[in-house]
């Protein structure tokens, strides 16, 4: 069975249906038309497909045709709240929301795979589970998913978990790269909101201001960072959204900010919340202000697991070549919440490059609103997903 040549025989498919997702990005937990593209794609193939009830999942049950393991394999599919500047001729149609992460190429390479194991599911000894996730740009979709079930959609626990993602920088075109253990950061987000009184901006002193006190605080906290955690379990910490005041010359009566926090290590996690939110009080107090604050935790630590990210690894060496697997030295910094389904299940996660630029590391990244991606590497992604499930319910077997 040659799942390569057989993934290239769908290109053209694969690259319809995610320049149709891309015209219609949706964001968040509920994906009507998304939805409705996917089921489409998935109809006729035989499986057990199932939609969820508080999101708009779905979950596609492969049976094989002799009994053994169950593998999962995963596409998140929501977009961005960006709107787009890319140029391309499907660029989004839906003002203020573009698939500038790549989930419209998962979804696409998700289905592909779909459509080469149902193919082939006489020969598969054991069950595989297509999980086309929502919500995964900040609303913990597969949190949700895990709570709907999807873990045990085939009637068991699942034995193997894989993931793809795909890179619009950074990584040369249609090279797969990951890790063993740490591969992603964990996130939180700290919510602050410094409350004083308005005034005058020619007499501060009658007033109280909350200005200088927010901006003592989004600096504090950087000095928090390279003062209070160590340099080898690094933290970082961002303020994405500074607000207060509506004219130069008034004092306003609060300023908010927010920052995202990402941490690599369980006891960092844990402390770094608790530091900040104390920093902030202390410096709201120092100046005689109250302060409303709160971290909240969100995605943990993505954790390839060793001996999966090996046999990942080994099967991309294998099936496309030695070149077309780099090692990645270093975890990123940004987070994901597959972590949830690696916690609970045995597997890895792996980055794809799918730059059209000729230089990947000058190329606009994953989430700018220049962000473009090469589709072509769609089959390649979609073989491996399927060579990971065929490969693994083999290994399964015994």
Do not use: W
Not at 112 to 131: C, E, I, N, T, Y
């Amino acid at each position: 069975m040659n799942l390569r040549s057989d993934a290239g025989q769908l290109r053209g498919e694969l690259v319809e249906l995610r320049r149709a997702l891309h015209r219609v990005p949706e964001i968040g937990l509920h994906l009507p038309r998304t939805q409705e593209l996917v089921l489409a794609a998935l109809d006729g193939l035989g499986m057990e497909v199932t939609v969820g009830r508080a999101l708009s999942s779905v979950t596609a049950v492969l049976r094989g045709g002799r009994p053994g393991g169950t593998v999962l394999l995963r596409g998140d599919m929501d977009a961005l709240p960006v709107t787009e500047r890319s140029g391309v001729e499907f660029s989004s149609r839906h003002e203020g929301a573009m698939h500038a992460c790549g989930h419209d190429l998962h979804t696409a390479g998700l289905v592909g795979a779909a459509r080469l194991l149902a193919d082939r599911r006489a020969d598969l000894p054991g069950d595989v589970v297509f999980m086309f996730q929502p919500g995964e740009e900040g609303h913990d979709g597969a949190g949700r998913m895990i709570e709907e079930g999807v873990l045990t959609a085939a009637g068991r626990p699942a034995d193997a978990a894989y993931g793809l993602h795909v890179s619009a920088a950074k990584f040369p075109r249609g090279v797969f790269t990951g890790r063993p253990g740490p591969l992603m950061a964990a996130s939180g987000g700290l919510f602050v909101r410094v409350l004083g009184a308005g005034g005058h901006g020619s007499a501060p002193h009658v007033a109280r201001d909350p200005v200088p006190a927010a901006c003592e605080m989004v600096t504090a906290l950087q000095t928090m960072v390279t003062r209070g955690f160590d340099v080898f379990d690094p933290v970082v910490v961002t303020v994405g959204v500074f607000q207060a005041g509506t004219r130069r010359n008034v004092i306003p009566d609060d300023a908010t900010f927010e920052a995202t926090v990402r941490s690599f290590s369980p006891e960092t996690r844990e402390a770094v919340g608790a530091r900040a939110v104390r920093i902030c009080e202390g410096i709201a107090a120092a100046h005689g202000l109250d302060v409303e604050v709160r971290y909240e935790v969100e995605y943990p630590l993505t954790v390839n697991d060793a001996g999966e990210h090996e046999f990942l690894a080994g099967t991309v060496r294998e099936v496309f070549g030695e070149e077309r697997f780099a090692a990645l030295p270093d975890p990123l910094t940004g987070s994901e919440d597959f972590s949830r389904v690696l916690e609970a299940v045995p597997g890895a996660y792996v980055f794809l490059g799918a730059s059209t630029a000729d230089d990947p590391a000058r190329a606009p990244d994953n989430h700018s609103p220049l962000a473009t991606f090469d589709d072509g590497v769609l089959p390649d992604g979609a073989a491996l997903l399927a060579e990971l499930a065929v490969r693994k319910l083999a290994t399964l077997a015994g």
